[in-house]
C-alpha cells in the first residue's frame, strides 16, 4: 500500500524545475506533501484533498488526478532552499485504518546546486 | 508546547538492552503517531493513538516494540532487548483531530536517533 515516489532522486541547478511524482494503487481522500532536510523534522507543505485539486507554496505547487491515485508536485524556479527530501503521505480509502494514518512513499532527494 | 518535543534527541545503547523514547505532543492534539525511519529510507508507520487508544499497531515491527500514551498528552515508545536493526531515527507527530485526517496537518519532531551497538 505504500505510495511510489519517482524519481528517487534528482539533481537540479539553481532555477532549473522539476516535477515528483507520486502513484497509489489503491484511491486515495487525500495526499499530504512534506520536505525534510538532513537532520531535521519533515515540514509540511500542502493537502490536497479533491479530484482535480491544485495548492500553491511559494513557488511549489502540486495537482492530484481526478481519480485520486497520482499527485504530482511541480518545484519552479528552484533554489537552494528547495534541498532536501520530498515525502508524499497517502490517506488511503478502503482499508482498516487507511483514512486514519498517512503512508509515505520512500521519498525523492532533491539535490540543488549553484 | 509550541512544537513536537522528542527525547531524548540522540541513544547509544548496547545490543540486547531497553530503551524508552518519549513524546511530548503539540497542546491539545488529540492524535500521535510513531514513525520510523531507516538511513535513506522513507518514514515507516508503527503505530497511532486516539487520546490514550491505540487502534491501529500494525506497524510494530516485533512483541519487543510497545508504546502507551497517558492523560492524552505524552507518549513513550520502549524497545525491549534492543538489536542492531533498530537502529534507526523514530519520528513523533501530532494532529489536532483524530481520524480522518484529511484536511488536519501532521506536525512532526526533530526525532529521536537510535544507535544500537
Known amino acids: 500500500q505504500q505510495p511510489v515516489q519517482s524519481p528517487q532522486a534528482v539533481i537540479l541547478r539553481e532555477g532549473e524545475d522539476a516535477v515528483i511524482n507520486c502513484s497509489s494503487s489503491k484511491a486515495l481522500y487525500s495526499v499530504h506533501w512534506y520536505r525534510q532536510k538532513h537532520g531535521e523534522a519533515p515540514v509540511f507543505l500542502m493537502i490536497l484533498l479533491k479530484g482535480g485539486e491544485q495548492m500553491r507554496h511559494e513557488k511549489i505547487s502540486a495537482s492530484f488526478n481526478e481519480k485520486k491515485q497520482q499527485s504530482s508536485l511541480y518545484l519552479t524556479a528552484s533554489q537552494l532552499s528547495y534541498s532536501g527530501t520530498y515525502f508524499c503521505?497517502?490517506?488511503?480509502?478502503?482499508?482498516?485504518?487507511?483514512?486514519?494514518?498517512?503512508?509515505f512513499g520512500t521519498g525523492t532527494r532533491l539535490t540543488i546546486i549553484p | 508546547g509550541a512544537g513536537v518535543s522528542q527525547s531524548p534527541s540522540n541513544k547509544v545503547t548496547e545490543k540486547g538492552k531497553d530503551v524508552e523514547l518519549r513524546c511530548d505532543p503539540i497542546s491539545g492534539h488529540t492524535a500521535l503517531y510513531w514513525y520510523r525511519q531507516s538511513l535513506g529510507q522513507g518514514l515507516e508507520f508503527l503505530i497511532y493513538f486516539q487520546g490514550n487508544s491505540a487502534p491501529d499497531k500494525s506497524g510494530l515491527p516485533s512483541d519487543r516494540f510497545s508504546a502507551e500514551r497517558t492523560g492524552g498528552s505524552v507518549s513513550t515508545l520502549t524497545i525491549q532487548r534492543t538489536q542492531q536493526e533498530d537502529s534507526a531515527v523514530y519520528l513523533c507527530?501530532?494532529?489536532?483531530?483524530?481520524?480522518?485526517?484529511?484536511?488536519?496537518?501532521?506536525?512532526f519532531g526533530e526525532g529521536s536517533w537510535l544507535t544500537v551497538v
Open positions: 507527530a501530532s494532529s489536532l483531530v483524530a481520524g480522518y485526517i484529511s484536511g488536519n496537518t501532521i506536525y
Open positions: 503521505g497517502t490517506e488511503i480509502r478502503g482499508s482498516n485504518f487507511g483514512n486514519e494514518k498517512l503512508t
